[in-house]
């Protein structure tokens, strides 16, 4: 699929697991140097899905070429029925941040990038879920697929907190408390350290080993998130990233320790410059203690230590996000679509937008939700 036979610019669909896998080198090899790019697109994250068979359809990657280096790719899973295409990005299912992965020296790239993506992949209708408002370079492919007379309606799903850290934990800490919301933490945290002989440990990379992973289930098994459904650490794909981002030496965990009980823990992973708090949960029976307030503080103060520029909350909104984030953003569905046909496809999607806005009908089916991934959980435990 050659573009421009000066440059020596082509275009390649990279079609089915094995040969995604098998991409490895260039991909490892490309997200280094697309240093602006998160983690959610690194081999490591979304080789689980393929590994594990977590994706439906079939599992593309349309790639751009300079000579024998590979300067952009975008991850999907593609549908075909009776002749009408339509594609979601592969990851879609789990809370993570979408986009394309690329190293592109020159902005025409953009609009060579986003012809040859609908021309090559003959796609009617394009769905995502998990577009990150802050990724400024996936919004410029989207901004040409526009000017191409595509279509593109938007939606926003939820918030998104973030902290743009400093580059030492004191002037990030001045910057963001005054004097006495800093007297209030140490107070709380003196509070901990009176009525509890307290101790955190930190983890990286390989040292994460099975006994440590097995005491982070324990913490989320006597926490809030078994009522709420949600996965726990025992779940077989998520083990599966997990061990893809200890290998890559990406993985961080926290351990918070009161009383020689663990109480509290933080697991998630760097990659460039950016950490992503990914799994947290702590033991009900602490929260009187606040362990999250406790433990954050210090994980902010590693993180500067560590050279961390962003520190990423993720989906969702909460109380212990909004006490020390600094930047807030949001995740957004995105339909991308051509056609007569491109639009009938979307009928579905723009109901289902439609309806999440009715506050009862959204509670009713989070909570059947809710009750069906509690009843898979005890199942599989």
């Not at 068979?53 to 899973?77: C, H, R």
């Not at 299912?93 to 992965?101: C, K, N, P, S």
């Not at 440590?212 to 794909?237: V, Y």
Request: net charge positive; charged share 30%; hydrophobic share 40%.
């Amino acid at each position: 699929m050659d573009t421009d036979s000066n440059t020596k610019i082509s275009f390649k669909i990279i079609k089915g697991k094995d040969l995604l896998l098998n991409l490895k080198y260039d991909w490892d090899d490309l997200y280094s140097r697309a240093y602006n790019s998160h983690g959610f697109l690194s081999y490591p994250w979304l080789s689980s899905f393929l590994k594990k068979n977590e994706y439906s359809g079939i599992p593309i990657g349309f790639t751009m070429w300079d000579n024998k280096k590979l300067i952009a790719v975008l991850f999907l899973q593609i549908k075909n029925y009776l002749g009408i295409k339509y594609a979601t990005p592969l990851g879609h299912g789990e809370a993570f941040f979408w986009g394309i992965l690329h190293d592109f020296s020159d902005q025409s790239y953009y609009r060579l990038f986003s012809t040859a993506f609908f021309k090559y992949l003959k796609l009617n209708m394009l769905y995502i879920d998990d577009l990150y408002s802050k990724d400024k370079l996936t919004s410029q492919f989207i901004d040409e697929l526009r000017k191409q007379k595509l279509k593109v309606k938007f939606q926003k799903r939820d918030v998104c907190l973030s902290i743009n850290l400093k580059d030492s934990f004191e002037d990030f800490y001045n910057e963001r408390k005054t004097k006495k919301q800093q007297k209030e933490i140490e107070k709380k945290i003196s509070k901990v350290n009176k009525t509890c002989d307290a101790k955190i440990e930190k983890y990286r990379g390989i040292d994460i080993d099975l006994n440590i992973l097995e005491r982070l289930c324990k913490i989320q098994t006597k926490s809030w998130l078994i009522q709420r459904g949600i996965k726990t650490l025992r779940d077989d794909f998520i083990q599966t990233i997990i061990r893809s981002l200890i290998e890559y030496d990406y993985a961080r965990a926290w351990i918070l320790i009161l009383n020689g009980e663990d109480a509290a823990f933080r697991l998630g992973f760097r990659s460039h410059e950016v950490y992503y708090s990914y799994w947290t949960a702590f033991d009900i029976k602490f929260k009187d203690l606040r362990p999250g307030l406790y433990l954050n503080r210090f994980i902010l103060e590693d993180c500067c230590n560590e050279g961390i520029k962003d520190y990423e909350f993720m989906h969702g909104d909460g109380e212990h996000k909004r006490f020390w984030f600094n930047e807030e953003n949001s995740i957004e569905r995105v339909i991308i679509y051509r056609g007569l046909i491109g639009a009938i496809i979307t009928i579905p999607y723009k109901v289902r937008w439609q309806l999440s806005k009715i506050v009862f009908l959204r509670v009713f089916i989070n909570k059947l939700r809710m009750y069906r991934a509690r009843f898979s959980i005890m199942k599989n435990n």
